[in-house]
């Protein structure tokens, strides 16, 4: 879908949705002073903490206040109904990165429909979503991370992926080929301080990342190394 911006950011955006938040890693991450965007109904959990978004997207449909809003930030209604408001909200904005709460992990249909929006988007949008207990990642190439040893690191293939190598990884990742519906590799874990993934470079956006949400700052770590 061709649209032109609604807004563009020099900065990692962080996107709030209506579904559960993982607030320890939310604050950690407003911390940083980033933009906030306030997905359609993603609006009323920060209302009711009394955080004010710097912008709202969406169709507005599930909002308690919206007039309210109006008067204390950007508000940006989108009302075409062929898409969900998180993908509204992908692509209206640009951003070097999105870091995603309230997306998935309650509703298994909303969970669904943002892996479909995340593999729709995964060339063109670099993408972090965190729920209460993981965060999946979309690394865009190879990964390279320092976590601890015994960390769980699933690899969820977005279409047909392909890795040519692996080190720190306790299941080497050397000539696997991943997809849907054949092969998938969840529940490999560090075997060393550092990993590292490569897939081969035709396959380079085809796979997401799924490792503990405590993983969070290793990931924007490695995010701030590839920019």
Known sequence: ?????????????????????????????????????????????????????????????????????RLICQVVEIAEQETTD?????????????????????????????????????????????????????????????LPTHTRVSLFPLGAAKFTGSTGLKYPLAGLTLENGTAIGVSNQTSEPEFHISPAPEYAYNYAVILPNSSLRAVLADFLIQT
């Open 86 to 146: 998180y993908e509204k909200a992908l692509y209206s904005l640009q951003a070097p990165l999105f870091i995603a709460f309230g997306f998935w992990g309650r509703r298994l249909d909303h969970s669904l429909a943002a892996l479909h929006v995340i593999t729709k988007y995964r060339t063109t949008k670099r993408i972090v979503m965190v729920d209460q207990e993981d965060l999946l990642y979309l690394p865009q190439g190879p990964l390279t991370l320092a």
């Open 1 to 69: 879908m061709k649209q032109k911006p609604a807004k563009t950011y020099e900065t990692p955006v962080v996107l709030v949705g209506g579904g559960t938040i993982a607030w320890p890693a939310f604050e950690q991450v407003k911390s940083l002073g980033l933009p906030l965007v306030a997905v359609d109904g993603g609006a009323n959990p920060l209302a009711a903490r009394g955080i004010e978004p710097d912008l709202v997207i969406g169709d507005l449909d599930s909002i308690d206040d919206s007039r309210g809003l």
